[in-house]
């Protein structure tokens, strides 16, 4: 998915009409923490997928 700046100043201005300018700072703060946790939550399942775990009968180095 890939948003242009129109599509980015139309979801802007929703969002404005929504929450109102007051709302805005705290409701960007939230989707960012969002986000950011989303982000570290799939890098912690990737590095689990990726770990190698010796099978049974298989010297380690």
């Given amino acids: ?3 242009g700046p ?3 100043g139309l979801i802007l201005v ?3 009409l929504i929450f ?3 709302k805005l700072p705290e ?3 939230s ?3 969002g986000i950011r946790e989303f ?3 799939a890098g912690e399942e990737d590095e689990l997928k990726s770990a190698e775990v010796p099978k049974a009968g298989q ?3």
Avoid: C, P, T, W
């Fill in 31 to 33: 989707l960012g923490q």
């Fill in 39 to 41: 982000r570290e939550a």
């Fill in 1 to 3: 998915m890939n948003l």
């Fill in 6 to 8: 129109l599509e980015l």
């Fill in 27 to 29: 409701v960007f703060r």
């Fill in 59 to 61: 010297a380690s180095k």
């Fill in 14 to 16: 929703i969002v404005l």
């Fill in 20 to 22: 109102g300018a007051g």
